[in-house]
């Protein structure tokens, strides 16, 4: 159902095991964006990839704290959902924020 405030669509997608969700596109102007339901877990493995790839240098620094956000915006490409690292506005559909935090090892052994 197209938004009349701009170009965008609700596509739905399917989050796997029946879970359905609409997504909010933005439509380009060279292609209708309807699709019919679309798969999901493209973009899930885009963010668990992302994730590992930053995540990979921060583990190696070892730093005490570390907080990582980036958004992503969803689009459509070929008919399957993609997943675009977007600048840090509001414009972003998801935002993804990654934590780690080294608590110091206690030489006591745990119960």
């Given at each position: 159902m197209p938004n009349s405030d701009?170009?965008?669509?609700?596509i739905p997608v399917d989050l796997g095991d029946g879970?359905?969700?609409?997504?909010?596109?933005?439509?380009t102007g060279r292609e209708k964006v309807r699709a019919g339901t679309l798969p999901f877990?493209?973009?899930?493995?885009?963010?668990?990839?992302?994730s590992q790839v930053i995540a990979a240098p921060i583990q190696?620094?070892?730093?005490?704290?570390?907080?990582?956000?980036y958004g992503l915006a969803?689009?459509?490409e070929q008919g399957s959902l993609v997943a675009a690292i977007v600048r840090g506005t509001g414009t972003a559909n998801l935002e993804i924020p990654l934590e780690w935090e080294n608590k110091p090892k206690?030489?006591?052994p745990a119960p």
């Open positions: 701009s170009l965008t669509e609700l879970v359905i969700a609409q997504i909010e596109v933005a439509e877990d493209s973009v899930g493995r885009a963010i668990a990839k992302i190696a620094a070892k730093p005490t704290k570390a907080t990582v956000k969803i689009g459509i206690s030489d006591k």
